[in-house]
Structure formats: C-alpha cells, structure tokens
C-alpha cells in the first residue's frame, strides 16, 4: 500500500509496509496513480496517456526507477505483519498512570475527568495506596527491568506527600528487585512553589505542563475555582520548571489542548515558543459534539489549513526552533512490531489506578464499572479484559487494515472509541482525519531537513 501527498513543495510517497519514504518527480507522482503489484518488468501500453505531459524518455526511465524500488521491496511492498496479529498475547505491566488525585483546582471546560472527580467523589490516594501500586507494578512487570509511573489527576500537586512518599518509597525498593522507576508527572502548576520544582526536577524523567497557549484561549477554558485567571499564575512557574530541567538536560513539554475556540491554535504554539518554551504538543479535544466547544468534522478543513500552516513556520528555518510531538516521527527505526499493531498498550502493559486501588485499563476508562480490572490491595487482574485488549489492534479495528497511517497510530485510542463510538475496535473518526493530517506534515518536515542536508 503507498500513500502519496504533496506537502512544503514536495511530492512525497510513504510505502505503508516497509515505511520507506520517496521525493519523486511529477511524472513518478502521476505514474503511481497508474500502477499496482506486481510490477512487470515491461512498461504497460496504459501509460501512453501520459505522453501528453512527458517525454516517452521520461516516461520509460521513470518507471524503471519505479520497477527497481519494487524490486528491493521499498515500493508496494506485501504486509509482513498481518501473520503476527493472531499470536498477539498479554504482555507484563511495565507503565502505570497513578491518579493520585481525583480532585483539582481549575474547572476546565473540557475536562475529560469531570473536573478532576472523574464522576465521582473528590479525594486523593493515601501514600500506603501509592506504595501498594508500587509493589503491584513491580509483581505484575514480570522480567520487565525498567518501568514507569506517571503521576496524574486530576491534580497531581493536592496529592503531593503521596506523590514524594511513593517515589521514595519506589526508590528504596527497585534495586532489590532488579528495576529502574521513570516517573513523570502532569500537573496544571497552580501549587508549584520551589520545594516542589526541586523535588520534580530531580525525580521526574519527564515533566508536563498544562498550558493552552495565549492568556484569553487558556483563562477562557482553564479558569480557577473562583473563576479567575490560571495564566499569570503558572505561566512563571513553568518558566522556572523548565529552565531548570534545560541546564539538567531533562525532558518536559508544555501541553496545550485547542478546541473550537481557537481553531487558530498555530499562534497559541507560536505564543508558548515566545515564552521560551521548546517542547511543545496542541491536542485536539475529544468531546461530544454537542458541547459548544467541540471539534466535528466541519471544522477539519479550518483544521488542516492550521496544520499546514505551523509546518510551514517549523519549515522555515529563520523561525525559533521547537519540537511540536505530533510533527515527531522517527522513520529510520519506529516502534516494535507489537506497538505498530496496538499502541500505546491499554490493559496489558499499561493500566491506570486510581485514588481507592481499582485498576482500569488506562486513565480515560477510569470510572466506567464495566471496565474495572482488580485493585492493587489484591493484586488481582481481570484476565478477560486483558486478553480483549490484546487481541485489539489494527487487524481488528473496523477499517485500520487498509489505512495507511495504521502503523503509525495504531488504530487509535481505544478510550476515545469506546466512549464516542461505543466500541474500542471501531476508531474515533475525527482523530483518525486529524492523525493522518498531522503524520504528512510530520514526513514532510523530515522529508524537507534530509533534502537541506543533501544540498
């Protein structure tokens, strides 16, 4: 399967199974249209029609070249992975995301977790809860060596002696077991004050910082309690945060979510930049249609055009440099086939906990019943739910197979299918739109750096 687009003054190819990526001419561009596997050898009579626009020199050269990439198996190339998708078993937890706290203290408009609850009451973890997940973890990983917790919520900083109780903790146990712990933590930044920068800088690998871009687009959306501004409080503290993290080389990112409200969400990037801000991600909310700021799929166009448009500034090189993490694709090495089939791991090697102990399949599922898995006190996994999660990949996802974007996101998330299509195989199709929008702006930008560094 190939998939071809026209991006920054490129014609680009993308073969979906070997992941080879092509800069052709217009007349391969075109010629592709024309052809399928197996190539012959001997240049169909068809592409006659295309003497109108080339030379029968141009046309005959063009499709040798073609003929060779098929032959080494970096155009059209079979799916070698199909064969895998029947063996797919469960894999040993190696990532947690502790919702330390199912409270918080913005009431963002857009709050998956129903403003920090979740549906439920307000409370935090106790630290013997978090120590519990710790042990969990650590049984549950098997011979997995390196493992990861994020700290999350809710707000992660009303919790924060089990946040430090649990890290410590952590640490005084992972070398008797033979493990190494990367914790990372989300926090909106409200209750940052120096104690606790120091403290994330030294134990947290990655640090993220919710943040949506321009002071109007993040107070109208993520506003406090009291209904006041959130941008002036955090905005110099995640300064700090980072500047820090930058002279300890440690990694972070400033997190943005853009909803129908600033469907010009490429200046709030470009505004986060200005701050000093490089590492950088704008997620799309996900929410019913019916609330006035979500996204549908009208509004992809206005969408798309504000995709093309961040490309082309992280194109040009006389624009500050950043990293936006949906323009981020390694197409040298990528992830190993079992993450190529069903991504991010929900209910096998990756599973939430919340406050009391239940385990869940991740932290969007957190608080649908159906969905409970065990609890950490136990030690106990529903083994249903982790066999169903681990036959759902993209060979079993309504309509994955015969995407070309399919080993690149994987079929998507399984939360955002179950809550608003209703079935963790059938893919939230608006994602899906904007997920291949994002990936070609992505190649292109490695296309448009390799092509730089050849001249």
């Known amino acids: 399967m190939i998939h071809k687009f026209r991006q920054l003054g490129y014609n680009i190819v993308l073969d979906t199974e070997s992941n080879a990526v092509h800069v052709v001419d217009d007349c391969a561009y075109e010629m592709l249209d024309l052809i399928s596997a197996p190539m012959n050898e001997n240049m169909p009579e068809v592409f006659i029609m295309m003497l109108n626009d080339f030379s029968e020199e141009q046309v005959r050269e063009t499709y040798s070249e073609l003929y060779e990439l098929w032959q080494k198996g970096a155009l059209f190339c079979s799916d070698d992975y ?4 029947d063996t797919m078993v469960k894999s040993p937890v190696k990532s947690m995301c502790l ?8 009431r963002c408009g857009y709050c998956f977790a129903q403003t920090g609850d979740f549906g439920g009451e307000r409370c935090v973890m106790s630290p013997e809860t978090g120590k519990a997940a710790i042990d969990f973890l650590i049984k549950s990983s098997e011979n997995r060596e390196n493992l ?9 900083l009303m919790a924060w002696d089990t946040v430090v109780e649990t890290v410590k903790y952590a640490r005084s146990v992972e070398k008797q077991h033979g493990k190494h712990f990367r914790f990372t933590i ?6 940052l004050d120096d104690e606790k920068i120091k403290f994330i800088n030294s134990e947290m690998s990655n640090c993220v910082l919710s943040l949506d871009g321009r002071r109007e687009v993040n107070d109208k959306m993520r506003p406090t309690v009291n209904g006041g501004s959130s941008y002036d409080v955090i905005v110099p503290k995640f300064q700090k945060v980072v500047e820090e993290r930058r002279r300890a080389n440690k990694d972070y990112y400033v997190r943005a979510t853009f909803t129908k409200n600033n469907l010009d969400f490429a200046d709030d990037i470009i505004h986060l930049r200005s701050l000093g801000f490089t590492q950088l991600s704008a997620e799309p909310v996900v929410a019913d249609e019916k609330e006035p ?3 549908t799929m009208d509004d992809l166009p206005k969408i798309f055009s504000e995709y093309d448009r961040l490309c082309e500034y992280m194109a040009d090189e006389n624009n500050p440099r950043f990293n936006f993490f949906h323009f981020m694709v390694d197409i040298d090495q990528g992830p190993c086939a079992i993450k190529r089939l069903r991504g991010c791991g929900c209910g096998n090697d990756y599973v939430a906990v919340e406050p009391h102990g239940d385990i869940y399949p991740c932290h969007q599922f957190v608080g649908i019943e159906n969905w409970k898995m065990g609890n950490v006190a136990d030690g106990t996994l529903n083994e249903d739910i982790r066999n169903y999660f681990a036959k759902t990949h993209i060979y079993s996802k309504n309509g994955c197979s015969g995407c070309w974007a399919k080993f690149y996101c994987s079929g998507g998330c399984n939360a955002n299918a179950f809550i608003y299509e209703g079935d963790c195989r059938t893919p939230h199709i608006i994602s899906c739109e904007m997920q291949k929008k994002r990936l070609e702006c992505a190649l292109a930008l490695v296309v448009n750096k390799s092509m730089k560094e050849y001249e």
């Open 148 to 156: 990861e917790l994020d700290f999350f919520g809710g707000e992660p």
């Open 82 to 85: 199909r064969r895998f998708s």
């Open 186 to 191: 989300t926090t909106n930044g409200i209750l």
């Open 99 to 106: 919702n330390v706290a199912h409270d918080c203290n913005l």
């Open 293 to 295: 700021y979500a996204l």
